[in-house]
């Protein structure tokens, strides 16, 4: 009996040895790929200064920006943190003492972090709406940037990611994408001209990142955060919105109430930020939700 008992001692402590083994193996792939250095060509994008221009900067960014970076895009703490995680404040934006514009030298760093997903020098951020910011054409991508170059500037200081040894053991295992590992880093995207029709309908439901908690085909499923319970909606007319109208979508947006009479908690549906979109724009993405299979 000593002697089964002697071999089962061995066999787990091989495999504890084992995944231990495997474990430090994981982590320095992890750390390895949050280090790794990206080299893109410049973008050549022009940054325009005129006044239209300049505001449609501005309504991009309150629709995209100011629901992660705040109002006044100066940062957000703990926009994530997790014990077992770790955490990632949201970067302040503006060029006051802590702020990302007080320390970029040029609109390529804006451009590289924004289309790219990483930092002047090339390392990966963490940003996730980089997935749908690839997306934009060069002239909003340019208005964006010029518009943030003249917010007032807010003086505070955001900490840097800090990511436990367990998520690096994740990202090492290939369970967590870094933004800059899954977009297409194309050089121009091409936007479909403005207007109320499918084809901007679907432009904007990709820049706003709509598919990142709803699905790439938009059929929802799990949120994308373990600690939020309830699921994501299908937004296809397979799902929750098949006893919608036009109308029910817009008072939706504006409101946040469904028509159930359901009130959606702007943290998990940013409601309030897409209600900032115009009735044209509004239009055209419930014409291309609508125009979309229904799925189950």
């Known amino acids: 009996m000593k002697k089964v008992f002697k071999w089962i001692g061995i066999v787990i402590g091989s495999l504890v040895g084992l995944i231990l083994l495997s474990a430090v193996g994981l982590f320095a792939v992890g750390s390895s790929r949050l280090n790794k250095t990206y080299d893109f060509p410049p973008s050549g994008i022009a940054i325009p200064t005129d006044k239209a221009s300049l505001e449609r900067g501005r309504h991009l960014t309150n629709m995209m920006c100011t629901g992660c970076h705040g109002s006044d895009l100066g940062g957000v703490e703990k926009w994530f943190a997790d014990d077992a995680l770790g955490r990632v404040d949201a970067p302040n934006l503006t060029s006051g003492a802590g702020g990302e514009g007080a320390e970029f030298e040029s609109d390529e760093d804006w451009a590289r972090v924004i289309r790219h997903g990483v930092d002047p020098e090339g390392k990966p951020i963490f940003m996730p709406a980089v997935t749908a910011f690839a997306h934009l054409s060069n002239e909003d991508l340019g208005a964006i940037i010029a518009y943030i170059k003249t917010v007032p500037p807010v003086n505070r200081q955001t900490e840097e990611r800090n990511f436990t040894a367990l998520t690096k053991i994740l ?126």
């Open 171 to 296: 990202i090492g295992a290939g369970m967590f994408k870094l933004p800059a590992e899954t977009v297409s880093h194309d050089p121009n995207p091409v936007a479909p001209r403005a207007g109320v029709t499918v084809e901007y309908g679907e432009y904007l439901v990709n820049i706003m990142d709509c598919k990142s908690c709803h699905g790439e085909n938009l059929a929802g499923g799990a949120f994308p955060d373990p600690s939020v319970t309830a699921p994501v909606p299908n937004i296809t007319p397979g799902g929750s919105l098949a006893q919608w109208s036009e109308q029910d979508f817009f008072n939706a947006m504006k409101t946040g109430v469904t028509p159930r009479g359901n009130q959606m908690n702007p943290l998990h549906m940013p409601w309030k930020e897409i209600g900032l979109a115009s009735d044209d724009e509004l239009i055209a993405i419930w014409l291309f939700l609508e125009s979309l299979p229904s799925l189950p």
